[in-house]
T-cell receptor, first 111, second 114 residues
Framework: GEDVEQSLFLSVREGDSSVINCTYT??????LYWYKQEPGAGLQLLTY?????DMKQDQRLTVLLNKKDKHLSLRIADTQTGDSAIYFCAESIGGGNKLTFGTGTQLKVEL | ETGVTQTPRHLVMGMTNKKSLKCEQH?????MYWYKQSAKKPLELMFVYNFKEQTENNSVPSRFSPECPNSSHLFLHLHTLQPEDSALYLCASSRAGPTPTEAFFGQGTRLTVV
């Protein structure tokens, strides 16, 4: 079955690194995504990773995928107050356009 | 601004009312989606339209009725809703197809059923 789980809250200090974790259950996931939702806005794609990769880096963002444990993480280096948002992990199966999302993790960045 | 526009932004309706949510995109996408976002729950996919044809109905109650008259517009018709239907309803669009494609989301309609 399809199930994507995330912790609900994460609080970090400005300048520290944030690590947001996600676990999924469907081993046939083809692509895994991270979306960001700022207050009063819809979701915005941050990055995605193909299931045959184990790491992807894009500026301050690092995505790690442990396919054996079905664990995905998003690391944000030098976290800023503008990074405060809800971060959603999502998976697609077979490369199709149906996405299964997690609950979202609310990231709060404190001064 | 993502290119996906939803109206209204906020809606309060009684349980006997009939209302419609509207979504519009001019990004050239041919897939459109309705999602329901409730607090502390995963984002729930409700409906998927590919090339104006409904390809997914995720066991959504019949009091929610989608309509996709063309690739640029998507509606969600609401009637006899329940208080537990109060949520943020998000519309999204993307290119249809098997390769990873970014879904662009609207800002959502905050629905309150009283």
């Amino acid at each position: 079955g399809e199930d994507v789980e995330q912790s609900l809250f994460l609080s970090v200090r400005e300048g520290d690194s944030s690590v947001i974790n996600c676990t999924y259950t469907d081993s046939s996931s083809t692509y895994l995504y991270w979306y960001k939702q700022e207050p009063g806005a819809g979701l915005q794609l941050l990055t995605y990773i193909f299931s045959n990769m184990d790491m992807k880096q894009d500026q301050r963002l690092t995505v790690l995928l442990n396919k054996k444990d079905k664990h995905l993480s998003l690391r944000i280096a030098d976290t800023q107050t503008g990074d405060s948002a809800i971060y959603f992990c999502a998976e697609s199966i077979g490369g199709g356009n149906k996405l299964t999302f997690g609950t979202g993790t609310q990231l709060k960045v404190e001064l | 601004e993502t290119g996906v526009t939803q109206t209204p932004r906020h809606l309060v309706m009684g349980m006997t009312n009939k209302k419609s949510l509207k979504c519009e995109q001019h990004l050239g996408h041919n897939a459109m989606y309705w999602y329901k976002q409730s607090a502390k729950k995963p984002l729930e996919l409700m409906f998927v339209y590919n090339f104006k044809e409904q390809t997914e109905n995720n066991s959504v109650p019949s009091r929610f009725s989608p309509e996709c008259p063309n690739s640029s517009h998507l509606f969600l018709h609401l009637h006899t809703l329940q208080p537990e239907d109060s949520a943020l309803y998000l519309c999204a669009s993307s290119r249809a197809g098997p390769t990873p494609t970014e879904a662009f989301f609207g800002q959502g309609t905050r629905l309150t059923v009283v």
